[in-house]
Protein backbone atom coordinates (compact mmCIF):
# COMPACT_ATOMS: atom_id res chain seq x y z
CA UNK A 1 0.00 0.00 0.00
CA UNK A 2 2.86 2.35 1.05
CA UNK A 3 4.21 2.48 -2.95
CA UNK A 4 0.32 3.70 -3.71
CA UNK A 5 0.22 6.45 -1.40
CA UNK A 6 2.05 10.25 -1.60
CA UNK A 7 2.36 12.88 0.98
CA UNK A 8 0.80 16.51 -0.09
CA UNK A 9 4.05 17.79 -1.30
CA UNK A 10 4.86 14.44 -3.90
CA UNK A 11 7.34 12.26 -1.71
CA UNK A 12 6.58 8.66 -1.62
CA UNK A 13 5.12 7.20 1.81
CA UNK A 14 7.94 4.90 2.82
CA UNK A 15 6.40 1.41 4.63
CA UNK A 16 7.66 2.36 8.10
CA UNK A 17 6.18 5.71 7.69
CA UNK A 18 2.70 3.80 7.14
CA UNK A 19 3.56 1.33 10.33
CA UNK A 20 4.25 3.72 12.69
CA UNK A 21 0.51 4.99 11.70
CA UNK A 22 -1.11 1.84 11.99
CA UNK A 23 0.51 2.15 15.66
CA UNK A 24 -0.47 5.16 16.77
CA UNK A 25 3.52 5.95 16.88
CA UNK A 26 3.01 9.02 14.56
CA UNK A 27 0.86 12.12 14.22
CA UNK A 28 -2.36 11.48 12.09
CA UNK A 29 -1.43 12.79 8.51
CA UNK A 30 -2.20 15.23 6.30
CA UNK A 31 -5.71 15.33 4.65
CA UNK A 32 -4.15 14.61 1.43
CA UNK A 33 -2.69 11.39 2.66
CA UNK A 34 -5.82 10.41 4.67
CA UNK A 35 -7.94 10.78 1.46
CA UNK A 36 -5.85 8.55 -0.66
CA UNK A 37 -5.85 6.39 1.96
CA UNK A 38 -9.39 5.87 2.13
CA UNK A 39 -9.31 5.73 -1.34
CA UNK A 40 -7.29 2.84 -1.35
CA UNK A 41 -9.33 0.99 1.66
CA UNK A 42 -12.32 1.71 -0.09
CA UNK A 43 -13.83 4.00 3.37
CA UNK A 44 -15.47 6.89 3.81
CA UNK A 45 -12.22 9.40 4.20
CA UNK A 46 -15.01 10.52 7.68
CA UNK A 47 -14.34 7.18 8.85
CA UNK A 48 -10.19 7.85 8.90
CA UNK A 49 -10.41 11.67 9.91
CA UNK A 50 -12.99 9.93 12.99
CA UNK A 51 -10.40 7.75 14.36
CA UNK A 52 -7.47 10.66 13.39
CA UNK A 53 -9.26 12.72 15.82
CA UNK A 54 -9.40 14.90 13.23
CA UNK A 55 -12.14 17.35 11.77
CA UNK A 56 -12.53 16.87 7.63
CA UNK A 57 -11.69 20.14 5.70
CA UNK A 58 -15.04 20.89 4.57
CA UNK A 59 -16.48 21.12 8.26
CA UNK A 60 -13.39 23.53 8.80
CA UNK A 61 -15.13 26.95 9.12
CA UNK A 62 -17.07 28.81 11.67
CA UNK A 63 -20.13 27.55 13.22
CA UNK A 64 -22.61 28.97 15.88
CA UNK A 65 -22.93 26.95 19.27
CA UNK A 66 -25.82 25.81 18.55
CA UNK A 67 -25.34 23.97 15.16
CA UNK A 68 -21.94 22.12 16.62
CA UNK A 69 -24.05 21.28 19.63
CA UNK A 70 -26.67 19.54 17.42
CA UNK A 71 -24.05 18.18 15.00
CA UNK A 72 -22.44 16.34 18.58
CA UNK A 73 -25.78 15.39 19.87
CA UNK A 74 -26.89 13.74 15.93
CA UNK A 75 -23.32 12.12 16.19
CA UNK A 76 -23.76 10.40 19.81
CA UNK A 77 -26.97 9.36 18.81
CA UNK A 78 -26.14 7.41 16.24
CA UNK A 79 -22.81 5.64 18.59
CA UNK A 80 -25.08 5.23 21.50
CA UNK A 81 -27.98 3.63 18.86
CA UNK A 82 -25.39 1.22 17.67
CA UNK A 83 -23.77 0.51 21.21
CA UNK A 84 -27.47 -0.33 22.07
CA UNK A 85 -27.91 -3.18 19.15
CA UNK A 86 -24.81 -4.75 18.80
CA UNK A 87 -26.69 -7.48 16.43
CA UNK A 88 -26.53 -5.26 13.37
CA UNK A 89 -23.64 -4.93 10.87
CA UNK A 90 -20.98 -2.42 10.30
CA UNK A 91 -22.93 -1.50 7.08
CA UNK A 92 -25.90 -0.77 8.88
CA UNK A 93 -24.21 1.58 11.14
CA UNK A 94 -22.68 3.42 8.45
CA UNK A 95 -25.82 3.52 6.72
CA UNK A 96 -27.43 5.23 10.00
CA UNK A 97 -24.98 7.82 9.75
CA UNK A 98 -25.97 8.50 6.66
CA UNK A 99 -29.54 9.05 6.85
Not at 4 to 14: A, E, T
Not at 25 to 34: C, G, H, L, T, V
Not at 36 to 61: C, E, G, T
Request: aromatic share 10%; glycine share 4%; charged share 40%.
Amino acid sequence: MAERLRRGDGRKVLPPFLNDLEHDRRYPPEDAMIEQLAKILNLSSDVLYFYAKRVPADLRRDAEDGEVQAAYSAFRKVIDQAKREPYRSKSRRFALVKD
